[in-house]
């Protein structure tokens, strides 16, 4: 299963990466699915904002627009008052909540410490070292990479 991360740091901004789970426990969603697509959200605060939603896409069916458009509907949900004063919400494409298992979980798998730095080398797909969770922009196993740069969010309200 691969993972597409998005990752928006502040308000306005953001990076975004592609990594490999590194065992089947740290995929977060249906084992089924070939895609999912997680979207963290850290404000100027230092407050995360977390979305996650396994899209149960398999092979062929996931393509470029369709997971541009779950993150467009991520993004949507994670930022305004539907998930306002939540945290860890809004998850599955079932509606369900994030558990406190999988908020754990999450939090563990992007505080990782890497075998290799990401900004000096792109293949292993970790964020750098450096502790700002930067995300690389390298795309692996034929995944797509839906935003390669910048990219605007709206403020929160």
Same mark, same amino acid.
């Given at each position: 299963m691969v993972v597409l991360t998005y990752y928006v740091d502040g308000r306005t901004s953001g990076k975004c990466g592609i990594r490999e789970p590194l065992s089947e426990r740290e995929t977060f969603g249906s084992w089924s699915a070939a895609t999912c697509v997680i979207l963290l959200i850290k404000l100027a605060d230092k407050t995360l904002f977390c979305g996650h939603m396994s899209c149960g896409w398999k092979?062929?069916?996931?393509?470029?627009?369709?997971?541009?458009?779950?993150?467009?509907?991520?993004?949507?949900?994670?930022?305004?008052?539907?998930?306002?004063?939540?945290?860890?919400?809004?998850?599955?494409?079932?509606?369900?909540?994030?558990?406190?298992?999988?908020?754990?979980?999450?939090?563990?798998w992007?505080?990782?410490?890497?075998?290799? *730095? +990401?900004?000096?080398?792109?293949?292993?797909g970790y964020f750098n070292g @450096? /502790?700002? =969770?930067? *995300? +690389?922009?390298?795309?692996?196993?034929?995944?797509?990479?839906?935003? @390669? /740069?910048? =990219?605007?969010?709206g403020p929160l309200h």
């Open positions: 092979g062929n069916e996931t393509t470029k627009a369709k997971v541009a458009e779950a993150v467009k509907e991520l993004l949507i949900k994670s930022v305004t008052a539907e998930n306002q004063g939540c945290s860890w919400a809004y998850t599955t494409g079932g509606g369900d909540i994030t558990s406190k298992w999988m908020r754990d979980a999450m939090i563990a992007f505080k990782r410490t890497p075998d290799k *730095v +990401s900004n000096t080398d792109l293949t292993d @450096d /502790g700002n =969770f930067e *995300v +690389s922009g390298k795309v692996t196993n034929g995944s797509y990479q839906v935003n @390669d /740069g910048a =990219f605007h969010i």
